[in-house]
């Protein structure tokens, strides 16, 4: 059997079948108190698990309202709780510890099972007569898929552990996120577009300018297309009246060329 070690679980996973009420409120809120100052409780609860992601309290129900007072009061700091996890291999034996503890005073009677109807006053459950039980043979052996099925188990719950954690991270940060106001990211959002357009339109109104500039330069520049006429009628150029001012341009270059090389 592996070393007992309590694990850290979230109060919000965890139910008890014993009502609040049953409890104290000034006393659940001084136990939640200090265990806010001691980051954690001295006594770790039980808890027999009911899914992958969710438990129930089996001793130590006082503990887990406190738990839940000092979430109330801290809700980041006062998120996680210790506690005993019952396995199939240590079950038996520390629903053992429990049952001696309760008879020495140190817990509340509690049922160890969760009743089939809701309970106004809880009722202990005894655990079975000594000659009930079916001895265990100390010389059994464990047979090499037995100890595959113990590797899995402690490979789940260490993926699990991991699990809960991210979860928790993303959990805070979704509740951090919320608390901002979504209205002001949204108008700066806004803000930061209208900037980049504004932007947008400066440079293309600039190089607009810039080409209606250089176009009518263009056309302001040298002689006129009645005054290229004129140079390539008087050249003895033909086929001229339908030329746009660069093709008479190039014309008469090219007469120019080939009249200085006879």
Avoid: C
């Avoid at 007992?4 to 965890?14: E, R």
């Avoid at 600039?206 to 056309?219: G, L």
């Avoid at 001229?240 to 093709?247: A, H, L, V, Y």
């Amino acid at each position: 059997m592996k070393k007992l070690l309590p694990s850290l679980v979230a109060v919000k996973k965890i139910t008890s079948s014993v009502p609040r009420e049953s409890f104290s409120e000034l006393k659940l809120e001084q136990l939640g108190k200090l265990s806010l100052e001691a980051s954690g409780l001295i006594n770790p609860i039980v808890l027999r698990r009911t899914s992958m992601q969710s438990y129930e309290v089996v001793d130590g129900h006082f503990e887990y309202y406190a738990a839940v007072k000092a979430k109330e009061l801290e809700p980041m700091k006062g998120e996680m709780i210790p506690a005993f996890l019952l396995e199939p291999e240590n079950e038996e034996v520390l629903l053992e510890q429990v049952k001696l503890l309760r008879q020495v005073g140190n817990q509340a009677v509690i049922p160890l099972n969760p009743p089939a109807e809701p309970a106004v006053n809880p009722i202990p459950v005894l655990s079975k007569p000594e000659g009930d039980r079916q001895p265990i043979d100390p010389t059994l052996e464990l047979t090499p898929l037995t100890e595959e099925i113990k590797q899995l188990k402690s490979v789940i719950q260490t993926l699990e552990s991991n699990l809960n954690s991210r979860v928790d991270g993303l959990t805070r940060k979704i509740e951090r996120l919320q608390e901002k106001d979504p209205i002001l990211a949204i108008e700066a959002l806004l803000q930061q577009q209208f900037k980049g357009l504004q932007q947008e339109l400066k440079i293309g109104k600039a190089k607009t300018s810039a080409k209606r500039s250089v176009s009518e330069n263009t056309k302001n520049s040298g002689p006129t297309v009645k005054q290229l006429r004129d140079i390539a009628k008087n050249m003895g150029l033909k086929g001229i009246t339908k030329m746009n001012k660069g093709e008479l341009i190039n014309i008469i270059e090219q007469a120019k060329t080939q009249s200085s090389h006879p």
